[in-house]
């Protein structure tokens, strides 16, 4: 087994970012203007990457399958986004971002790059504000503040529940500057399908125009993949439709590690899975367990007569109510982590305490808060004796205030109103923290091709904290790869445009045309979706959750079956030289069967249960993770070898010097 | 439910269109309106058709992909909706359902419901934005307090998700709504008030040039945006297109 390095500089932990920066080479701008960089995906990591890249002087090339850079999928992100300003005065720092940040991540991530991520933070925010991002504001105008799961301070930064709208937008209209200098030639609608490497370097990609159909060539002295992460692997999931893992999982056939492929979150506070025909799974934000308590009827009659709809959550008293969070995580409440909250929901459920239709979900409950903000604002206004009626007013005027464009989406989907009936959620996948791995410079094992934001695999450990997936993406983008990647193509200077009529283009090319030739005339009797469907019931029901050591082995065995099944029996209809939104998704579809594999393998190998990944043999007493720090604190990084089931592991040692490896605990 | 689907289908940007009839059956009030559509199109690969392509992505209305105008109205009947968050339970059984692409001169069609926005990014690059380098030496982001005020009236300008429902509404196909969004975020920032003179002349300039028609104040654009952007926003641009043209 190799031994991976990770490049982490040396010296005290507080130095290491500022040391590295003094340290590393610089391209001088004459020079930047000879060199080209690609960025695939447009979303927080990739729009802020080559806004600012291309300020710096490089010719920048973006990518998105999107019509535009705007859409790409950080825009639903809600909640917010985490920086240690503390400007609440509540003790908050550098440190405490970071130490709560690694053991959000059950100790599996690594002490530098987290610190580094906790350091960047507050300029973010500066950055942001700078350019016009529009956050929530108190009244005296300075910015407010809310609080996540997982932490004792109020660190987040939002703008209502649309905080990744309104930061992908800044980071857009940074791209939007340097278009209209020329120095981003944005390729929207475009896809890419494939890596190129020449003399060991990562030179450029074929992608094939969405319009056209036509596949084209497009060469450079760097790659940069930011195309976010592979939860769509599930079929249902809050990505978007079209979110994907080819770019990634391209990278990684060619030569890219893949690290941590099991480590999933499953965020918690989702609008249920309510039929056969759903497409997504829609999350509402974690900032709402900030107002929100979450419960089951404590008596599994009431839970029974709920789901017959013969008792609604009204008719129970508070007596007759089971707060499970608050009971079993006194200090942390509602807001325990995710991976925490979600096995919670799933163990209650299990127990037979679901209160839907289905019986797989529980309460999220706004009435305390609205009484609680109700006699807040009433008191604020000189009412000192308000009714019952005025206290409810005023209570959902200030939800509403605060959340209101979730209730409004709750509504339209479920069809209740979420102010006056406590909504009902469960957990669905969201975001995953495994993906290509990287050193500190954010570049893979491939030379000249580097990863940001989701599609890596860095700084979240085994379970992302709440509004850190946002401050990540942007960290890399706008503060940390500017820097690292000017280190590598300072030896790139006098290299010149990189051709593209090159044996490896050649090869490289003629693949892509290859598989999308062979969909094209496959003519079988199913559609993608029916198979994307099929992988997303065994991701589920035996990678979800709770995993254990026989329904991994056979959904190795069963996604494996679903593979050759896909490649002789998928159907797509249309041409491949047109638009063909089929053929698309067929491509992403044939990535996520083959990552599927790889993922039931990394989860099968890691014989603990640690943040998101939770295997049901390794558990405490009373239902938390156990971990295994003498066998398992190291990274997976899976080698690709042409066939997912037989990927080799490399495993980088996880090494806690500046912070004290304890187990888990929010109690 | 049982439904008769008319939709707008059109091989490419050149050949000619024509509404095509799908009678369709077993929609539920709980689907959205393009898991509708998955329904009809599962249906129409497996009877070996090629199925209807329109622009979706994030499902839950705010990445501003979808589109389609629906019985004539952009996103359909419901308000403050975008295509993806519109459900079944809007319709009754035995309705037709005219599904349209968005129209106008600036959006030409590219394949069936699927129209081409660009003109939309020309508008924006031509001043969406303020001019401050990423580098992150910026000033302390508390250094300038913002009125509460103008930082949520900003904040709901900004809210725009560039679907392009109010050129699909407004029988001018005006793009004002969408460009008086951003210069209205803008506008009402400290840090946008630097650049307010050339944003507002370029962003109208290039919207005109790319040849959306005039605001005759109809108002059609305020009632479909998904998102509820003001007219007031149009009323603001104006005014900074007024003293920015005197200043110039």
Known sequence: MSVLDSKIPKGPLADKWTKHKNDVNLVNPANKRNIDIIVVGTGLAGGSAAATLAELGYNVKTFCYQDSPRRAHSIAAQGGINAAKNYQGDGDSNYRLFYDTVKGGDYRSREGNVYRLAEVSANIIDQCVAQGVPFAREYGGMLDNRSFGGVLVSRTFYAKGQTGQQLLLGAYSAMNRQINRGKITPYNRHEMLDLVIVDGKARGIIARDLITGEIERHSAHAVVIASGGYGNAFFLSTNAMGSNATAAWKIHKRGAYFANPCYTQIHPTCIPVSGDHQSKLTLMSESLRNDGRIWVPKKKEDAIAIREGKKKAKDLSEDERDYYLERRYPSFGNLVPRDVASRAAKERCDAGFGVNKTGQAVFLDFASAIERYGKEQAAMHGNHNPSKEEITKLGKEVIENKYGNLFQMYEKIVDENPYESPMMIYPAVHYTMGGIWVDYNLQSTIPGCYVTGEANFSDHGANRLGASALMQGLADGYFVLPYTIGDYLSKDIKTGPIPTDSQEFDEAENKVREQLEKLINNKGSHSVDYFHKKLGHIMWNKCGMARNAKDLASAMTEIRALREEFWKEVKVPGELNEMNAELEKAMRVADFLELGELFAKDALHRNESCGGHFREEYQTEEGEALRDDENFMYVAAWEYTGDPATEVLHKEELKYENIEVKSRSYK | ?248
């Open chain 2, 1 to 248: 439910m049982k439904l008769t689907l008319k939709i707008w289908r059109q091989k490419n940007s050149k050949a000619k269109g024509e509404l095509k009839t799908y009678p369709i059956d077993g929609i539920e009030g709980d689907m959205s309106f393009l898991e509708m559509l998955d329904v009809l199109n599962e249906e129409l690969i497996n009877k070996g058709e090629e199925p209807v392509v329109f622009d979706h992505d994030c499902r839950e209305g705010i990445c501003g992909a979808c589109s389609l105008q629906i019985n004539g109205e952009p996103h359909g009947p419901d308000r403050l909706v975008t295509t993806c968050q519109l459900h079944m339970r809007m319709f009754n059984d035995g309705d037709t359902i005219v599904i349209e692409p968005f129209r106008a001169k600036a959006f030409p069609v590219i394949k069936d419901l699927v129209v081409d926005r660009t003109s939309f990014e020309r508008i924006q690059q031509a001043g969406g934005y303020v001019s401050v380098n990423t580098s992150g030496n910026t000033i302390d982001a508390n250094a300038i307090p913002v009125n509460k005020q103008d930082a949520d009236d900003s904040f709901n300008a900004a809210t725009c998700i560039g679907c392009g429902a109010c050129v699909a509404a407004c029988k001018n196909a005006s793009a004002m709504l969408f460009t008086a969004a951003k210069v209205s975020q803008f506008a009402l920032l400290p840090q946008g008030k630097v650049e307010a003179t050339e944003r507002v002349l370029n962003m109208v300039a290039q919207m005109d040039k790319e040849g959306f028609g005039n605001c005759t104040n109809t108002g059609a654009c305020e009632i479909e945006c998904p998102k509820g952007i003001s007219l007031e926003n149009i009323a603001r641009m104006n005014r900074e297109y007024l003293s920015a043209s005197l200043k110039g």
